[in-house]
């Protein structure tokens, strides 16, 4: 069973910058996919970020492309977020999630392990 815990959350300007964490726990971290998604009031989860269990490969969406990096820490077992230049769309609760097996997948229904999410919010 595999526990993940987001931080790095918070109120932040637009073009400001945060660089969310996950930190994993309960499993081998290197077996998993890590991955973002976020959700912003009533809409759906949306696919951020995911990252191989080597580090090797990553996949992110297009519309966060040149501004968020995913990033995993093999040694520490965290897999981070850095967000620059956001944007007030940007705002919504960010999830940590993992699958298995180690090919990526922007489906949220291909993740079995949730954080509880952490909030971020960007203002004009």
């Known amino acids: 069973q595999v526990q993940l815990v987001e931080s790095g959350g918070g109120l932040v300007q637009a073009g400001g910058s945060l660089r969310l964490s996950c930190a994993a726990s309960?499993?081998?971290?290197?077996?998993?996919?890590m991955a973002w998604f976020r959700q912003a009031p009533g809409k759906e989860c949306e696919f951020v970020a995911a990252i191989s269990g080597s580090g090797g490969s990553t996949d992110t969406v297009d519309s966060v492309k040149g501004r968020f990096t995913i990033s995993r820490d093999s040694a520490k077992n965290t897999v981070n977020l850095q967000m620059n230049s956001l944007k007030p769309e940007d705002t919504a609760v960010y999830y940590c999630a993992a699958r298995w097996p180690n090919l990526l997948r922007r489906g949220s229904s291909e993740y079995e392990y949730w954080g509880q999410g952490t909030q971020v919010t960007v203002s004009l």
């Open positions: 309960g499993g081998t971290f290197s077996r998993y996919v």
